[in-house]
């Protein structure tokens, strides 16, 4: 009787180390579960600046090497879109001179309208061009706030559309209709010649291969051909109203 009553001891016993390391066993799993489960938390709230980026000396090299092959690849220009960028900048700026008359020619709210846009539009345009030359070591054609060319004008005038000084003198002394009838017509000629300088560009073999000068000068040319057709259409309204004129 009290062999059998230790061997019943000595088996629960047993049972009872076999639960107690089972427990144990199941508690550091969940522990460890736990222990990812944050882990995994915390990491995905870190953000790239709670990291310090160290870089691999040979990632470093590569990178200075790509940059200065960047600003390499920069610097060689294709003579024929400097010339295209610089020319449309003299080009613009006259423009800018023509539209500038407006609020003090015009009585027309249209013509005014139409003139602010086109201020808006080639101001910018300036802008961006004058920053793409400068970039790459370029002369810088400067215009000032009222549209006038403050570096030579020389080759402007041979450039398609530009009104000649008799032109801007004509369209300065006019006021009114008369402004808005020859803004209009001079306009007209002005960005048809807008859109063969960049024909020309597209013409020239190796020209507008640099994307940025392609898009520039493609965005420039569907402007223009756009706003001939609207102005055109305006030039037609003020003749049928005015036929004698």
């Known amino acids: 009787m009290t062999e059998s009553i230790s061997e019943v001891s000595r088996y629960l016993a047993s049972l009872f180390r076999s639960a107690s390391s089972l427990r144990a066993g199941v508690v550091s799993i969940v522990a460890l579960s736990s222990s990812i489960t944050l882990g995994c938390a915390s990491s995905s709230q870190l953000t790239n600046s709670d990291v310090p980026r160290v870089l691999d000396p040979d990632l470093a090299r590569l990178e200075r090497i790509y940059r200065a092959r960047e600003d390499s690849i920069r610097m060689v220009v294709n003579d024929a879109d400097a010339n295209f960028m610089s020319g449309m900048i003299h080009h613009h700026a006259q423009a800018l001179v023509m539209s500038a008359l407006a609020p003090t020619h015009s009585s027309n709210s249209a013509i005014k309208t139409l003139t602010s846009r086109i201020i808006n539009a080639q101001k910018d345009e300036i802008a961006v061009m004058q920053r793409w030359l400068g970039e ?110």
């Open 136 to 245: 790459r070591g370029r002369p810088v054609p400067e215009v000032d706030t009222s549209g006038t060319m403050t570096m030579s004008q020389d080759h402007s005038m041979h450039m398609p559309g530009m009104l000649s000084p008799q032109q801007i003198d004509s369209l300065t002394l006019a006021h009114n209709e008369e402004y808005d009838r020859l803004f209009l017509r001079y306009m007209i000629q002005h960005h048809n010649g807008a859109v063969g300088m960049v024909h020309d560009l597209f013409a020239t073999d190796g020209a507008a291969q640099d994307d940025f000068v392609f898009k520039l000068a493609s965005d420039i040319q569907v402007d223009q051909i756009t706003e001939v057709a609207r102005m055109q259409k305006m030039l037609d309204e003020f003749m049928r109203a005015s036929p004698n004129r």
